[in-house]
Structure formats: C-alpha cells, structure tokens
C-alpha cells in the first residue's frame, strides 16, 4: 500500500509541485494550506509523513509540530522554511522535527529525505515490536498451556508464524482460535500492520460480502458512500475469517479467487484493487464432511488447509485447568480470592463443553457471587458440583450427589451453557438442549434471561 504523505504549506504553487513529485513517485499525497487545515487532517487519519512548511497562518508550523508530538503522534515531520538559520533549525528538531530543509531545496534531496524518514520510521516499530515479544512471558498472547497437545499447539504456531502460507485453526467453541490466529500475526513480520478479524457464521451472505470486499457509492440501496472491505482494512498484514465453514457457496468463489490471485473488486466497481493480505481461517465444523455433502468448495479447502492446527477441548488438557484458573482471577483483578482444593479439583474434573469461554464465565460468576476470600465447592455452578460425565455409551448423563440438588438450578445453568457455548445462539442452543427455539426462549424469559 502507498505511503501517505501530507503537505503543509500556505503557498499554492509549492503544495502543486510536491504533490506533483510525490504523486509520481507512488506516494499517495494530501494537503493543507495553513495550520488549522494541517491539524484537521491528522485528526482521525494521521499520515505516514508530513512536510511542514515553517511559516505558516493558524498557526504556524512551529506550533504544528508542537501541537502533533503532544498528542503523542510519531509520525516523522520534515519542516521546510526559506529562512536559513541554525537557532531555528536546533529549535525545531527539539520540538520533534526528523529533518529540516532550507528553500530552495532539490526535489531529489527531498524524496531521498522521505524515503529515510519512512524507513528509520518502519525500524522504530519494529525494535518496539520485538521489545515488546521480549517483555512477554513464555505465555502467548494469554494463551495459557503445559499441557503436552497445547505445546504442540504452541510449537506449529511458532514455526508457521515467520511464514506467509495460510493457517487453518480447527476446534470446539470456546477453545481459543481467536487467540492462536491473533498470536500468529504477533510473532510475524506482519505484526506491525492490522488484524482484522470477520466471524462469517454471524453475518448473511449479502453482508457478509460487502464486508469482505467493500462497496461503491450507489452499489445498492443504502450505499450513500464508498466503503473500504476487511480485505483492504487488512492490506499488509493478517485478515482472520471465523467460522469459516459457515460461508455459502457464492462467497467462497470469491474467497478462493482473492486467495488465488490476491486482487478482487468492490461490490460495484469495475477495477480490481490489489491486496497482500495472510489469511488465518478457523472453524468448529468438519470441513471434509462438508466437502462430501457438497456444501464446501473442496479447491478453497486446499487454498485455506495449508498449515492445519487443530485445538484440543478443555476436557482433554485437564492439567492446564488450575493455571487458567489462576489466569482469569488474575485477569479480574480478583487477587483477594482463593480456591479450595475440593473446588479445584471439581474444576479439574469437568467436562466443561463450553471449554474456555465457560471456564472463564464459570470463575467471573464464581468471584461476583462467593462472599468468602476463598471460593469453595458451595460456589460452583450446580452442573460443575453434580460431575458431567464425558463417556458416549449407555449412562451418559450427571450424576447425582448424595446430598441431592435443585433441579431448577441445574437446569438454569444448563440454559445457560448452552447460550455460553453458542454465543447467545437460541437456535442453535436449543439444539444442544434437545428443544425448540420457542421452548427455549420460554425458559429463558421464566429464568430472567
């Protein structure tokens, strides 16, 4: 994408021909003519750059300059004056300024002086970037793990990061996809550029496009303005597509034509825009069974399938349940509250198949209702207190205790998981729950949900 360039300066003439320079030499430039438009411009799209004219109304560049580094902008700033003096040269570099150039001045001195500018620019970001992945723990981006599949989770998400081949994330709700496609643009040379995440599951087809690939004003009814695609909000670094298995036919044919050739156009345009974008798929289905049904395009699979890494359900690292227990207390700020090791061990034990999302509702719920600084097994969830089995044969089922348990309760939380594991899906939490959206909807409303 083309660097963007602003310039500052009150004399049209000047504005013409460096926007002439700088056009011609790909970047994509912008002025203004005083100080008040300059400070406008920055407001809520700073630039890549800005050549600052010295003298200037509204105020002058000077206070421009010191106006921009107190709002914490570190954009390089090149100012331009035609007076030649070293006091004011000193005075704007100590404001901030990355370079000072007298008029006249040669046009090849000045894009030299960008281009260094940008470059000292991008390796400021990255030396930050790399502090930061020094800072860090061996955690990643909160993804909590010792258990044996989990590190093998860590290890493909550490040698496929560096890359740019397309990952594809596989797992129950709730297990951390998000987290393992964030962590994969964050260990990458792409981390300095956006994520842009879609959850494709949620949006119909229509939108779902437009959101992709943007829109033309006038493209449909409702469309009194252009608007850019994630495709293009993610140009540079890492587009994330959730649910993936989700997304109809149309929209793969698309998908699989950006993925192939990494240009695509708006929803009524006629020239293509080309994009380098790494896309991080994920999904909660079984896209091979899909395949066979004829309800996923087999060629985008073996587009998105390149690097597959698949996420285990809670139920089956049981060892990292205490340590993301741990995690969220700390997370909540909830450093006053303990766990009981029969309540531990409770934890330990569930088959939780709302997996992280509902471990970690599980403890906020647990640290707003217990009274006491250590949480007991009286402050679990009834279906965390009963046991759920993880077994498929004859029994299946919650066991019992022997001191009984308020069915009401049980089933409360049970309506509850359902929607936890579903994000607040009616339809398709009355499927796990054996009912009707209407049943459903009616407990929900007798629960107060």
Known sequence: MAKRVLIADDEKNMRWVLDETLSKAGYEVTQAADGKEAMAAIEDDP??????????????????????????????????????????????????????????????????????????????????????????????????????????????????????????????????????ARAIHRLSPRAGKPFIEVHAGALPETLLESELFGYEKGAFTGAVQAKPGRFEMANGGTLFLDEIGDVTPNVQVKLLR????????????????????????????????????????????????????????????????????????????????????DAMNLLAEYAWPGNIRELENTVERMIILSRDAEIGVDDLPSEVRVGQRTGTGPGTGFLLPESGCDLEEVEMDLVRQALDRTGGNVPKSAKLLGLTPKTLEARMQRFGM
């Not at 950006?258 to 974008?277: H, M």
């Open 47 to 180: 630039p890549d750059l800005m050549v600052l004219d010295h003298k200037m109304p509204a105020p002058d560049g000077m206070e421009v300059l010191r106006r921009i580094r107190a709002k914490g902008e570190t954009f390089p700033i090149i100012m331009l004056t035609a007076h030649g003096n070293v006091q004011l040269a000193v005075e704007a570099m100590k404001a901030g300024a990355t370079e000072y150039l007298t008029k006249p001045f040669d046009l090849d001195e000045l894009k030299l002086s960008i281009e260094k500018a940008l470059r000292i620019s991008e390796l400021s970001e990255e030396v930050q970037r790399l502090r930061e992945e020094l800072d860090r723990d061996w955690d990643i981006d909160g993804i909590v793990a010792t258990d044996a599949r989990m590190l093998e989770v860590l290890a493909a998400v550490h040698k496929v990061a560096p890359t740019n081949a397309t990952a594809m994330i596989y797992g129950e709700s709730g297990t951390g996809k998000e987290l393992v």
């Open 258 to 341: 950006v993925l192939q050739e990494r240009r695509f156009e708006r929803l009524g345009a006629t020239r293509s825009i080309e994009v380098d974008v790494r896309v991080v798929a994920a999904t909660n289905q079984d896209l091979q069974q899909l395949i066979a049904e004829g309800k996923f395009r087999e060629d985008l699979f073996y587009r998105l399938n390149v690097v597959p890494i698949t996420l285990p359900p809670l139920r089956q690292r049981k060892g990292d349940v205490p340590r993301l227990v741990a995690h969220f207390l700390d997370k909540f700020q909830a450093d006053e509250k303990t766990i009981s090791a």
